[in-house]
Each structure stands twice: as C-alpha cells, then as structure tokens.
C-alpha cells in the first residue's frame, strides 16, 4: 500500500493557498452611494442608500458619484466615526460632514465637493487633516 500522506498535505496546501487568495483578493469590495431612499434621502447610514445593501466598512473603496440624473441627493454624515478603505467623490459629486463626524480612510481622490472633509477627514498613518494637496 503506498503512503498518500505526501499527496494530502500538498493537496490542503493548494486548497489553503487558493483560499487565502481568494479572501484577499475579495476583502476589499467597492460600496458606490445611491441616495434618495424615500425617507432618507440623504443619510450615509440608511444601507438601502447604498449599491451593496450594507452602509461601508474598513474594507470598503467608497464612491459618491454625480447622481444629478437619478436620485439628486448626495451623502450627509451628521455624527460618528467612519472607518473605510478609500473614499472617491468624483466630478459633480459631494458629500457633507457635519462637525460631530469623521471619516478615516487609506486614501481618498476628491473630484468633487466634500464639505467639511477640511478638518474631519483623516488619512491612515498620518495626523494630517485632508487638503486639496494631499487628498490626491
């Protein structure tokens, strides 16, 4: 009888493998903004709001497109700390912190409007707050 342990253990190796990749690769999900959902048309926590059906997380790429053509309405944080990947307003987008919110992402490109992202917004791994230069 030959020993099929070798051939075990390199069979759980590449199915381990093709997990972790799988997972990683998976992790990161991009969460695009909707708006306008009928009684909280503008509230970034609202999960129908959003095209994931789920308000984003730490692993999220978040984009607040132009939604002049659909919905007309555009995010409002109003308090609280969000904690996402990146964050994308593109042209004619915005999004709009009030002073009790935060948002604390990897990176952000701000093509659009975001109101009071100035001193509200941190980058991960710096004390930075967001401006036009380092936004980019």
């Not at 690769?25 to 708006?35: D, E, R």
């Not at 999960?47 to 053509?69: C, E, H, M, Q, Y």
């Amino acid at each position: 009888m030959k020993n099929n342990l070798p051939i075990a253990v390199f069979s759980a190796l590449v199915l381990l493998i093709i997990l972790a990749t799988t997972n990683a690769t998976s992790a990161q999900t991009v969460n695009t903004w909707k708006g306008g959902y009928p009684g909280h048309e503008t509230d970034w926590y609202f999960f129908k709001n959003w095209s994931l059906g789920r308000t984003p997380g730490a692993f999220d790429r978040v984009i607040i497109p132009d939604v002049s053509t659909t919905t007309r309405r555009y995010p409002v944080v109003s308090a609280g700390e969000i904690e996402i990947q990146s964050l994308e307003i593109q042209a004619g987008a915005s999004l709009t912190l009030y002073p009790s919110a935060r948002i604390l992402a990897e990176s952000m490109l701000l093509e659009g409007i975001c109101q009071g992202c100035e001193w509200r917004t941190l980058l991960e791994g710096t004390d930075l707050p967001v401006t036009a230069s380092t936004a980019h």
